[in-house]
T-cell receptor
């Protein structure tokens, strides 16, 4: 079976443009997570979904960042008016839900804002 | 608030030496703790979770609630253990947060 898939793998965009990052979780996984990994740094929590709802959006860095999930499946992370500090690898993960379940990660989207 | 602290960014040892990667957490309830690993050019993946009390690839980790720690240990490091290691915590919900990671380098 397919794992977590993210697209695009790489994205180069001009400062000020909007970008949309996509995550296809493992089928049946109710929990979905987005993280940001800046060069040389750890995983910064952005947002997570239980089903289509996002109980905790506290990690979103600014109102330029938004995310949605539909059909308890695909999720998109949108960054509006991108800035150079948005350059990072954006990781998506999914799990069956529950405190003890394993999170499965995608390969990430490397975003470069020039 | 949930917080995970990994004080060491880089840990370098020689093959056969013992390894301990430190992890401390902050959480008011009963946490679930995990170690994830990212080998070069591979996806981040689960190494072990405290509830399983398992040993994976020779690694073990014991939850110490008194010291709020979940250190990862291996008695004899191997070169293939070189990777980035992340400690993670899940609290009362599905929210899963990670520490900043420790890069382990094992020299021959």
């Amino acid at each position: 079976g397919a794992g977590v898939s993210q697209s695009p793998s790489n994205k180069v965009t001009e400062k000020g443009k909007d970008v949309e990052l996509r995550c296809d979780p493992i089928s049946g996984h109710t929990a979905l997570y987005w993280y940001r990994q800046r060069l040389g740094q750890g995983l910064e929590f952005l947002i997570y979904f239980q089903g289509n709802s996002a109980p905790d959006k506290s990690g979103l860095p600014s109102d330029r960042f938004s995310a949605e999930r539909t059909g308890e499946s695909v999720s998109t992370l949108t960054i509006q008016r991108t800035q150079q500090e948005d350059s990072a690898v954006y990781l998506c993960a999914s799990s069956q839900g529950g405190k003890n379940t394993e999170a499965f990660f995608g390969q990430g989207t490397r975003l470069t804002v020039v | 608030a949930q917080r995970v602290t990994q004080p060491e960014k880089l840990l370098s040892v020689f093959k056969g030496a013992p390894v301990e990667l430190k992890c401390n957490y902050s959480y008011s309830g009963s946490p679930e703790l995990f170690w994830y690993v990212q080998y070069s050019r591979q996806r981040l993946q689960l190494l072990l979770r405290h509830i399983s009390r398992e040993s994976i690839k020779g690694f073990t980790a014991d939850l110490n609630k008194g010291e709020t720690s979940f250190h990862l240990k291996k008695p004899f490091a191997q070169e293939e253990d070189s990777a980035m290691y992340y400690c993670a915590l899940s609290g009362g919900t599905d929210k899963l947060i990670f520490g900043t990671g420790t890069r382990l380098q094992v020299f021959p």
